[in-house]
């Protein structure tokens, strides 16, 4: 295993141990008696390895009308999340879940700026922003996606691309407590491609180095990968330093893929 954290100690460089988050995002999929056979699932193959919840903190983000039904079947272990919320607090805004109402059926994340929501919905940074802020005022932690499309990425783009939308979209008062960024290529997601390991590393790295322009505590915000992550390709990502868990998708879905990705950490 590729382990940087390792080359980082010898080189002198600070090297902090933060729990990895693993982070399911189960998107529009599944009945309810399959989210709650999911949540279940996870459950078992977690509860009794002490190893495994000793490195990582565990999230999932159901559909919002399965989050009661599954958080009911959840541990301590496993944390339950929203997969967007409203920018408003409450009142006629027909269709929207607030921040609010997240945290009333025991949420402590929520997702946003997904690149599905960027893109289908036309999610602005300031829109983004304006979710965060009232995430963090009802004390969730907001974890921000950005990332590069291929066109960006091919122009060279890709930094000047997810510095613009991180720092856009951060709220006032971010800080590593109430905030994951996540960088997730949108060509990487749902696709089976996979950003290299130098890739990542730089853009992670980059992350940090602009968080930290912005940020105090910029070293304990955890910046999550997202893109295709799978058991088989896990190990690699996770020996990344600035690698700090993964979003998971598609392989968040089997309990067994999702639990595969946290064993490789
Ligand atoms: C995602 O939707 O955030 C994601 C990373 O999906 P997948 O793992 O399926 O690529």
Not at 67 to 72: C, D, F, M, S, T
Not at 93 to 111: E, H, P, Q, R, W
Not at 133 to 160: F, K, S
Request: with cysteine; aromatic share 6%; glycine share 8%.
């Amino acid at each position: 295993m590729r382990d940087t954290r390792a080359t980082d100690r010898q080189q002198g460089l600070e090297v902090l141990d933060m729990k990895n988050l693993i982070a399911g995002n189960w998107k529009m999929n599944g009945t309810m008696g399959e989210a709650i056979k999911l949540a279940n699932s996870i459950v078992d193959a977690i509860q009794s390895d002490a190893q495994l919840l000793e490195k990582n903190d565990f999230l999932v983000c159901p559909p919002f009308h399965h989050i009661v039904p599954v958080e009911a079947e959840l541990t301590m272990a496993v944390n339950i999340g929203g997969q967007d919320c409203s920018p408003f607090d409450a009142g006629a805004y027909t269709g929207d879940i607030s921040a609010t109402m997240l945290k009333d059926v025991n949420c402590s994340y929520v997702i946003l700026g997904h690149s599905e929501r960027r893109s289908y919905y036309s999610e602005s940074n300031m829109l983004i922003k304006q979710k965060a802020q009232m995430a963090n005022e009802q004390g969730l932690t907001a974890i921000i996606c950005v990332g590069e499309t291929e066109t960006e990425r091919e122009a060279g783009q890709e930094q000047d691309v997810v510095a613009t939308q991180m720092l856009e979209s951060l709220p006032e008062g971010a800080t590593a407590d109430n905030t994951v960024i996540a960088y997730e290529p949108v060509w990487a997601i749902g696709t089976g491609k996979v950003a290299t390991i130098e890739d990542i590393t730089a853009m992670h790295d980059f992350i940090r180095a602009k968080l930290a322009e912005k940020l105090e505590g910029a070293d304990k915000v955890r910046i999550l990968y997202g893109g295709s992550v799978k058991p088989a390709n896990a190990e690699e990502i996770f020996a990344v330093a600035n690698v700090n868990g993964a979003l998971i998708g598609g392989a968040s879905l089997k309990a067994e893929d999702f639990v595969g990705i946290a064993k490789a950490s």
